[in-house]
T-cell receptor, first 110, second 112 residues
Framework: QQQVKQSPQSLIVQKGGISIINCAYENTAFDYFPWYQQFPGKGPALLIAIRPDVSEKKEGRFTISFNKSAKQFSLHIMDSQPGDSATYFCAATGANNLFFGTGTRLTVIP | DAEITQSPRHKITETGRQVTLACHQTWNHNNMFWYRQDLGHGLRLIHYSYGVQDTNKGEVSDGYSVSRSNTEDLPLTLESAASSQTSVYFC???????????FGPGTRLTVT
């Protein structure tokens, strides 16, 4: 059973546009929600993370929106650039484990 | 600079053989993890360790084992490789929690 559900599976955005990736979870014990970015041939790298006591966190062009009541969180990439083309994973921490979504392959077209 | 390395980067083996994938980190992190990455499944936890002599099973541990004899290394062993274990394997480490894991570059394993 997938602990964290992620959508869409793939996303194509024009340069300068907004990329939005959504995730949902069921376990209310999760207490930390990171997003990882992975380039081809590389390991995932932490991009940005949020805890459930805040509704939004922004770092540069990347923003996490968190809706605790709906058990959903999303990643927004503003002014998307070709260099943002990568696979993005949402995740949630609970029960001493980190559960990952299935990933979204983002392609930003110049 | 501190880092996490994996070896080999690519491995082809035959069904039934024992295979060991190495993971070495120089951050002195207590926690280390092994994941496998497959299309449509994302990253799934195989085994993890919170310190020397500590090992725990993850979501997909069947057919895999780990041992932690020092802080720096967590080798992953496939006792009898199966075609279903063809995957990309990532090792990760973190300082003192499941937060902010740092991943290695991965090992692509093919079982023929």
């Amino acid at each position: 059973q997938q602990q964290v559900k992620q959508s869409p599976q793939s996303l194509i955005v024009q340069k300068g546009g907004i990329s939005i990736i959504n995730c949902a979870y069921e376990n209310t014990a999760f207490d930390y929600f990171p997003w990882y970015q992975q380039f081809p041939g590389k390991g995932p790298a932490l991009l940005i993370a949020i805890r459930p006591d805040v509704s939004e966190k922004k770092e540069g062009r990347f923003t996490i929106s968190f809706n605790k009541s709906a058990k959903q969180f999303s990643l927004h990439i503003m002014d998307s650039q070709p260099g943002d083309s990568a696979t993005y994973f949402c995740a949630a921490t609970g029960a001493n484990n980190l559960f990952f979504g299935t990933g979204t392959r983002l392609t930003v077209i110049p | 600079d501190a880092e996490i390395t994996q070896s080999p980067r690519h491995k082809i083996t035959e069904t039934g053989r024992q295979v060991t994938l190495a993971c070495h980190q120089t951050w002195n992190h207590n926690n280390m993890f092994w994941y496998r990455q497959d299309l449509g499944h994302g990253l799934r936890l195989i085994h993890y360790s919170y310190g020397v002599q500590d090992t725990n099973k993850g979501e997909v541990s069947d057919g895999y084992s780990v041992s932690r004899s020092n802080t720096e290394d967590l080798p992953l062993t496939l006792e009898s490789a199966a075609s279903s274990q063809t995957s990309v394997y990532f090792c990760a480490s973190s300082r003192d929690s499941n937060h902010e894991q740092y991943f290695g570059p991965g090992t692509r394993l093919t079982v023929t």
